[in-house]
Nanobody
Framework: QVQLVESGGGLVQAGGSLRLSCAASGRTFSTYTMGWFRQAPGKERDLVAGINWSSTNTYYADSVKGRFTISRDNAKNTVYLQMNSLQPEDTAVYYC??????????????WGQGTRVTVSS
C-alpha cells in the first residue's frame, strides 16, 4: 500500500494557475500509474489526467487538454498537476490515485484525501 497526500489547492481567479502535488510514501510509487481525478459538487468523480510509471504515456480529459499538465518525479515520490487558464468549471475536489490499473481510468488501489480547488469568476 502507498499513502498519498495531496497539496496545492486553494482559491484562484479565473485565468489563474495552480500546481497540485501528490506525495507518496513507500517504495512502489515509481512502478505505479498515477491519476488525478476531480469531483465537483453533485457530480461524479472524473478522471482528469493520468501518467504511467515512466512518464512515457499520459492521458488528459478533453476538458483540460492544453491547460493542464501531469508530471512526476520518481526520485521525490511525487506526481504533479499543473493547471493553467483555470475556469470556474474546474472548481472541484481533486484527488490523486495510484496503482496498477488496467487503464488510466482505473481501478486504483490507493487514493489521497483530496485537495479543494475553487476558481472564482
Amino acid at each position: 500500500q502507498v499513502q498519498l497526500v495531496e497539496s496545492g489547492g486553494g482559491l484562484v481567479q479565473a485565468g489563474g494557475s495552480l500546481r497540485l502535488s501528490c506525495a507518496a510514501s513507500g517504495r512502489t510509487f515509481s512502478t505505479y500509474t498515477m491519476g488525478w481525478f476531480r469531483q465537483a459538487p453533485g457530480k461524479e468523480r472524473d478522471l482528469v489526467a493520468g501518467i504511467n510509471w515512466s512518464s512515457t504515456n499520459t492521458y488528459y480529459a478533453d476538458s483540460v487538454k492544453g491547460r493542464f499538465t501531469i508530471s512526476r518525479d520518481n526520485a521525490k515520490n511525487t506526481v504533479y498537476l499543473q493547471m493553467n487558464s483555470l475556469q470556474p468549471e474546474d472548481t472541484a475536489v481533486y484527488y490523486c490515485a495510484g496503482g496498477r490499473p488496467a487503464t488510466f481510468r482505473g481501478p486504483y488501489d490507493n487514493w489521497g484525501q483530496g485537495t479543494r480547488v475553487t476558481v472564482s469568476s
